[in-house]
């Protein structure tokens, strides 16, 4: 489990270093929205190139890593790893509404968390904020335009008509962290025991799952005109 570890330590380490620049947080419990700052150009996905532009752009997310001794996935603003990946803007969206993304859909279950590495950040806040845990479980949904949802609960309802009772769109800020988490601590039932401490973090975080890493997907923000459908 140690080398499987070191391997993607070494990448998410750079996730979450961003030019040395820090992530800050304002809003959104703590989270500001803002565009994950790379210095490098956004490459648009290929699928529907050529689809009538809405004049609108959503926020979108893309899988980061799937750490096979926990069943995990990671997901978040951006995969390192790909020299052509684009970032996320949480201000204004990155992605036409008319584009063909599956909805990345959450199911909360309170599952306590697993052991995973909290990588080391140069971000000012704590690096368990860009590394929470969702509580439960991802999926996605077949590809769909952002543009054909109304609002956030119509997005909610296509979810819960896919996977059931309980699946809802996933949220920008979906990841908890308690400040000091790492490996075993505050994993398993310390996670469950210490609740109160927890705190909501963004732009990445870790869930049961193991979602496709070929596209992107429609996600929720709050409090920002970033997504494709009214709040």
Known sequence: MRNSF???????????QVDGKALTDASLAEVSPAQDPTGSAAVNSPILQNAPSSGKKGLTFVKEAHLVDFGIDLVGCRNWSDPNGMNCDAYVG????????PVLCAKVDNT??????VPPTTGVMTPAYYAGWNLGHITTTVPVKGSQFYN??????????????GWRVALFDDGFFISGM??????GSAWTQNAKNQQRGGW?????????????????IRDQPSTCWQQ
């Open 112 to 117: 306590p968390r697993p052991a995973y590495v």
């Open 6 to 16: 070191s391997g993607v330590l070494i990448l998410l380490a750079l996730v979450f």
């Open 94 to 101: 990155d992605t036409d509404c008319n584009q063909l993304r």
């Open 152 to 165: 956030r609960a119509a997005v909610d309802d296509y979810c819960a008509q896919s996977f059931g009772v």
């Open 204 to 220: 990445h975080f870790y869930s049961y799952g193991d979602v496709r890493n070929d596209i992107r997907f429609w996600v929720h």
């Open 182 to 187: 790492n490996l075993t601590t505050y994993s």
